[in-house]
């Protein structure tokens, strides 16, 4: 591993752990961000240990900069987890935190509106579409674009609302068929992916319905 990548761990073992609090220890700036980005990095594959860092970060500080990243990474270790009701919290720490500082946003507009969707957590559905109504702005890739749209679909059908359902499940199959981003530069970025077919597939029933 180089120098550089002490905070980049993949995997986390009690050795690792005790070389990165050591290397940890002696850095002088960009604490902060060196646990945000171990966390995220370590997630996918050892979540519990993602959560601890995140811990750590929180209880330990110098400034809130690093907040927002620090909790992406609980939501991927949760996710990871498969913690429901502890993703729905770290959600909406989130969204509450870019309700405060509006340069600090994520797609957590979008990302937190279609778990509730396609998890059929109805107890949040009214606080999703509030959240898509004043985050619609917000909406850029065809990704978000689709999860925006796909969330609208899957709330509204569960409530009953079928005009409604098909016309934003209709707009959510057109954001996922997007073969390009409309960004100059980045025209493969923010493209709705294979992990989402289960979902256009109910989506196109409802927009045939």
């Not at 700036?29 to 959560?51: F, G, N, W």
């Not at 935190?97 to 969707?117: G, I, L, M």
């Not at 004043?134 to 969330?151: I, M």
Request: proline content about 3%; aromatic content about 10%; overall charge positive.
């Amino acid at each position: 591993m180089a120098s550089d990548d002490w905070f980049r761990n993949k995997t986390w073992s009690a050795q690792i752990e005790k070389r990165f609090f050591e290397k940890l220890a002696r850095a002088r700036t960009q604490r902060d961000q060196y646990l945000a980005i171990q966390a995220i990095t370590v997630a996918p594959r050892k979540p519990k240990a993602a959560i601890r860092l995140v811990e750590h970060y929180f209880e330990t500080r110098k400034n809130d900069f690093h907040d927002v990243q620090a909790l992406l990474a609980k939501v991927d270790a949760q996710n990871t987890l498969g913690d429901k009701l502890g993703l729905v919290g770290t959600y909406k720490e989130i969204l509450a935190r870019e309700a405060e500082f509006p340069n600090h946003k994520t797609t957590a507009n979008v990302d937190f509106p279609y778990f509730v969707a396609t998890q059929k957590i109805e107890k949040e559905y009214e606080y999703a579409v509030s959240v898509l109504n004043e985050r619609g702005d917000d909406v850029t890739f065809p990704l978000d674009r689709f999860k925006w749209h796909a969330s609208y679909a899957l709330i509204s059908n569960i409530r009953g609302h079928r005009i409604a359902a098909k016309d934003h499940a209709i707009r959510a199959v057109a954001a996922a068929k997007a073969k390009e981003s409309g960004f100059r530069y980045h025209q493969n970025l923010g493209l709705v992916g294979k992990k989402h077919k289960p979902v256009v597939k109910t989506l196109v029933r409802l927009a045939a319905d």
